[in-house]
Each structure stands twice: as C-alpha cells, then as structure tokens.
C-alpha cells in the first residue's frame, strides 16, 4: 500500500532527514531512507505487518544531533496482503527420493524456490530408494479410496503375467480384489535387467599358455592352450591374439564355458619358411572383463624341402630308357659297346 508524505524543517542547522517505518513512534527501523532538503515530498510503502505502522521523519544538524521529528500512525489490517509479485520458481516435486517409515517421499519446491521433503507415494509393501536418484515403491502403491467406497469381491487377489524389466527393477502385474490391475516391484537387479531377467553377474575368464612354443620353420604345428570361466553363470568368451607373432597363429574366434568350466583349446602355429628366432604375441579372453597372456614363438629350424623334377624332365627320361631298350633288342647297340672297345684300346 503506497503513502505519499510531506515534511519540511523551517530552523536553522538544518543538514538532512532519515525518514522511514517503525512500530513506535519518533523512531525509524524499517526502510529508512536520508533526504537532504528541508522540503520533502516522498512515495513509500507500507511495510508487510499486522497493527499499526508510524512513518517517522527525523532532522538532524552537521553533527547527527537530533533537530526535531515528526510521526505518522497507520493501521495495517490484518492480513494485509502485499502488491503481486510473481513466482521465481515452479512448485513441483523433484527427481530427489528418499524412503521415510516405508513410504516414498520427494522434494518439492514452492514458488519462493524453497524445498521440502513430502510423501509422494503411500508403498504397499515398503520402499527402496538406493541413491536420491532412485526412488521406487516395493509391492505397488496404496490407492487412496473415496468416503462410502464399498470394495468389491468380483476377483481373486493374484498376480497376473510374466515379469517384465522397469529399468533396473524386476516387475510383474498384480489384479486386487477390486479387480483393479497394477504394477509391482519384485527385486532390485545389482546388475541390470532384460527381458524380464535379472542379468547375473558378467562372467569372468582366466587364460593359461605355455611361456614358449616351439614351431619349425616351414611348418604348421599344433598349440594348447586353456580358458577357464570363472563367473557364476554360462558366458561366450572372445578370443584375440596381437603381437610381432599373431599373424602365425590361427585359433578358435569365440568359445562358450558353462559356469566353472576349463576347455583346452587346439590352435596352429604357421611359421614362413624364412623365420628366424624368437617373436612374442598376446592372448586376450573377453567377456565382462578382459584377461590378457603373453608368450612367444621360437623356430626351432627351416625344413628343406625335397626337390621333385619336373613333369617334361621326366618325359625326357623316359624316352631315353625306351630308345636304350630298342638298340640293345636289335643288337646294334652291343655292335656299338664292341667297337668302341677296340677303338679305346687302339689308343
């Protein structure tokens, strides 16, 4: 409620006036402001309060000395109800949970931006909240039912279908006996939930190598090596190999183990015919987790491979037998063998 004020000071040593709002008289507590002329109109308003309000005008001289003052009563009526302002926040609940004597409560922010904890959710079985962020009631939430209500027994109080995943929750339909359907929560799933599973926990692999194998060069030769899951449920392991010595080596791509189990693997060393020494290579076993091995390769020898002649060589001999074979039938070649005899021992 705004008031328009007058005052003036005619004497001399006049420096300024504090003029403002108090609940007694002659004094000034609540928005008090300085004027320095001795001639004053000024707006102001009436502070928010119940009963009477005086506007007070004070002069003072040089030296804050106290000249004169001037009080004004006003009677506020109660309630009074200040000029609208509007809202700085929007009153809603937000996304902060918490679980309070087995409901499900949230913080709610009013206009003023101020925040409170409300029950958001009567629970039907309890209430989880396992971070601020998450916040769920366990069994269904509590209906509130209008006065004179009269409950029906048209349906069997059951649950109704197959569980289903609501986000990490495991869930499944329930019908009361009103024959009203609902959802509730059944269990919290740690690692997740699909298709109306809770996933077990990712499995995880041990792998084991020899520290060395021995492979010839120019060869392929057998490799052993084992894999382990050691999770708590059935799992499919990836396998990868890296490393100066991977390109040799070819293995199984991906393997299943059953909770528990060890498989021995058979993979095949191929080793150039121009390999040399020693090269290191890495095994790594994926599921949830990844478990890496190293070892190496080292070429034991290069294997010399047999020379086999060629097809038109062969022909070639074989046409040389068969003519050899015609020229001593004839004769003409024992003729041959005595005549060079005796030329050799004419000589």
Same mark, same amino acid.
């Given at each position: 409620m705004p008031v328009n004020a007058n005052f003036y000071y005619s004497g001399l040593g006049f420096s300024k006036f504090i003029a403002g709002w108090s609940t007694?008289?002659?004094? %000034?507590?609540?928005?008090?402001?300085? @004027?320095?002329?001795?001639?004053? *109109? $000024?707006?102001?308003?009436?502070?928010? $309060? /119940?009963?009477?309000?005086?506007?007070?005008?004070?002069?003072?001289?040089?030296?804050?000395? &106290?000249?004169?003052?001037?009080?004004?009563?006003?009677? &506020?009526?109660?309630? @009074?109800?200040p000029p609208f302002?509007?809202?700085? %926040?929007?009153?809603?609940?937000?996304?902060?949970?918490? %679980?309070?004597?087995?409901?499900?409560?949230?913080? @709610?922010?009013?206009?003023?931006?101020?925040?409170?904890?409300?029950?958001s959710q009567n629970c039907v079985s309890g209430c989880y909240s396992p971070s601020q962020s998450v916040g769920y009631c366990l069994g269904g939430v509590v209906q509130?039912?209008? &006065?004179?209500?009269?409950?029906? *027994?048209?349906?069997? $109080?059951?649950?109704?279908?197959? @569980?289903?995943? /609501?986000?990490?929750?495991? $869930?499944?339909?329930?019908?009361?006996?009103?024959c009203s359907v609902g959802t509730r929560i059944q269990q919290y799933c740690v690692n997740g939930c699909l298709e109306?599973?809770?996933?077990?926990?990712?499995?995880?692999?041990?792998?084991?190598?020899?520290?060395?194998?021995?492979?010839?060069?120019?060869?392929?030769? /057998?490799?052993?090596?084992?894999?382990?899951?050691?999770?708590?449920?059935?799992?499919?392991?990836?396998?990868?190999?890296?490393?100066?010595a991977s390109a040799w080596l070819r293995f199984p791509a991906a393997v299943t183990l059953d909770k528990g189990e060890e498989k021995t693997l058979t993979g095949l060393i191929s080793v150039p015919c121009d390999a040399k020494g020693s090269k290191a290579f890495s095994i790594s076993v994926k599921d949830g987790t990844t478990n890496t091995q190293n070892s190496m390769v080292t070429v034991a020898g290069e294997n010399v491979a047999p020379v086999t002649p060629s097809i038109p060589a062969l022909i070639g001999l074989a046409a040389i037998a068969f003519v050899l074979v015609l020229l001593y039938r004839s004769g003409l070649l024992k003729r041959y063998m005595r005549s060079y005899k005796r030329a050799e021992e004419s000589f």
């Open positions: 007694s008289p002659n004094t %000034c507590t609540v928005s008090c402001q300085a @004027y320095y002329s001795n001639s004053q *109109s $000024a707006s102001t308003n009436v502070p928010y $309060a /119940a009963g009477t309000m005086y506007f007070t005008a004070i002069a003072y001289d040089i030296n804050n000395n &106290v000249l004169a003052s001037i009080s004004s009563p006003f009677t &506020v009526n109660f309630p @009074y109800y302002q509007p809202s700085i %926040c929007t009153p809603q609940f937000l996304n902060t949970y918490q %679980c309070l004597g087995g409901q499900l409560q949230q913080l @709610y922010q009013g206009a003023n931006c101020n925040t409170q904890w409300m029950t509130p039912q209008p &006065v004179g209500y009269i409950q029906p *027994s048209g349906c069997q $109080a059951q649950y109704t279908g197959n @569980y289903f995943c /609501a986000d990490d929750f495991l $869930a499944r339909k329930y019908q009361e006996s009103d109306g599973n809770c996933l077990p926990p990712a499995g995880k692999s041990s792998v084991q190598l020899n520290s060395v194998y021995t492979a010839a060069a120019c060869d392929v030769t /057998a490799m052993d090596f084992k894999i382990k899951n050691n999770g708590g449920t059935q799992s499919d392991f990836k396998i990868n190999a890296s490393g100066d």
